[in-house]
């Protein structure tokens, strides 16, 4: 039989070429196969390269020297073997290498891979990442390298100067913001950081639309309360206009009861004084005491409503304004409103305590005491906002009754 040597050139050229495509296949398995991190298939890989590759140079050394002395002694004496035995060694070599090709590519399909990972996170929206303590980067997506050219200028190189560059702030990149999260790992005893970057533009309009929602809430519920103060004011500057009306009446009817009555009639005339003297002292107070009073008589009416007896201590202290005056019934009646509802109390002591520095009005009650710490919340938070314009000081006090002191500085 013909022995290799003695082909034609164009037979030994095939054979050449089929040797040097079996090497580049398994090349390309052992490669994918070390990619998939099977490195008992990468090592069998080697069987066909190796065999492929040493026969190819068997091949070469025939065509440069043919079986002469020049030619290595196993190229020559592979090359007398009858042709037939290299087609037998190459028709095995062959569904060997494919066997293996068919196995990497089907693996690589059906099973998860280093790469069929990056391929996922590659096609997810958001950005990941992933390096060590040192700042060696380990893995990011391409959603990530995105960002981080946006955000640095450059390619994401050092994990930990990422995270500092976009660290507590939200970054617009191409029209969307974007919210960094970090996270350390343990993985295989190695500690690892973590950063995943998420779209939140949705969220984050949505946030901005309600903190604007909330300060107009805001402004709206502070017009409110100064609206609802002015209607107080109203109603008392009408309470003082009436009695100027009553003022001006009265003073009028004297008048005419003066004119009236005859020079001689002494009697009549020192009765008509004495009303003079009286209706002047009275009706000068009217005109400061009408709004106290009315406010007094709210007062009252709110507790009987709530079935609570109210007790004055002392009488209103002179030294208040008008001002610390209205404010002082706004806090009388959030306390009752608050002893009734909160603590079930059934009797209220109003006291005065009169200082050279402060005058402290006392709101106690015989109801429960609160649990825990006393908190100003609803209309107790408003009453302190008042108070503080006025450089007034809203408190409590929890001890064998609950009670609630409003003080006043003197020289406010």
């Known amino acids: 039989m013909t022995p290799l040597f003695e082909l034609s050139e164009l037979a030994r050229s095939l054979f050449s070429l089929w040797a040097l495509l079996l090497s ?72 060997a290498a494919l066997f293996l090709l068919v196995y990497v590519i089907r693996y690589e399909k059906r099973s998860i891979t280093p790469t069929a990972v990056k391929h996922c996170l590659d096609q997810i929206p958001c950005g990941v990442c992933c390096w060590r303590d040192n700042g060696r980067l380990l893995f990011s997506n391409n959603c990530m390298n995105r960002l981080c050219a946006a955000v640095t200028g450059g390619p994401p190189l050092n994990g930990n100067h990422f995270r500092d560059a976009v660290k507590g702030g939200i970054p617009e990149v191409d029209g969307k913001r974007w919210r960094f999260i970090c996270r350390d790992l343990d993985f295989n005893g190695d500690r690892l950081h973590e950063m995943i970057a998420s779209d939140i533009t949705a969220e984050y309009a ?31 500057r009408k309470e003082i206009l009436q009695a100027k009306v009553n003022i001006h009446d009265e003073m009028n009817r004297l008048m005419l009861s003066t004119m009236a009555a005859e020079s001689g009639d002494t009697a009549a005339l020192d009765q008509i004084f004495s009303l003079w003297e009286r209706n002047a002292l009275l009706l000068c107070m009217e005109a400061d005491e009408v709004a106290d009073t009315k406010a007094t008589f709210r007062i009252e009416k709110l507790a009987a409503a709530l079935k609570i007896r109210l007790i004055w201590q002392d009488a209103l202290p002179t030294a208040l304004t008008e001002k610390q005056r209205n404010l002082f019934y706004s806090a009388a009646q959030e306390a009752i409103a608050n002893a009734a509802k909160h603590a079930g109390a059934k009797t ?29 919340a609803g209309g107790l938070a408003n009453l302190s906002r008042l108070a503080e314009k006025q450089n007034a000081r809203l408190s409590v006090q929890c001890g064998k009754t609950f009670a609630l002191f409003l003080i006043f500085p003197r020289d406010s």
Not at 206 to 230: F, H, I, M, P, V
Not at 348 to 376: H, M, Q, Y
Request: glycine share 8%; net charge neutral; hydrophobic share 50%.
């Open 24 to 95: 580049v296949i398994g090349i390309f398995i052992g490669v994918l196969a070390a990619a998939q991190k099977q490195y008992r298939c990468a090592a069998l890989a080697l069987l066909p390269f190796g065999c492929s590759y040493f026969a190819g140079q068997v091949l070469f050394d025939l065509h440069l020297f043919g079986v002469g002395k020049e030619a290595v002694a196993v190229s020559r004496a592979l090359g007398v073997l009858p042709w037939i035995v290299w087609l037998a060694f190459f028709g095995a070599l062959t569904p």
């Open 206 to 236: 949505r946030t901005q639309a309600l903190e604007k929602d909330k300060a107009e809430l805001s402004r709206l519920n502070r017009e409110l309360r100064e609206y609802a103060l002015g209607i107080d004011e109203t109603v008392r």
């Open 348 to 376: 209220i002591e109003i006291s005065f305590e009169e200082t050279a520095a402060s005058v402290c009005c006392v709101f106690r009650n015989d109801g429960r005491l609160p649990d825990g710490e006393v908190r100003f």
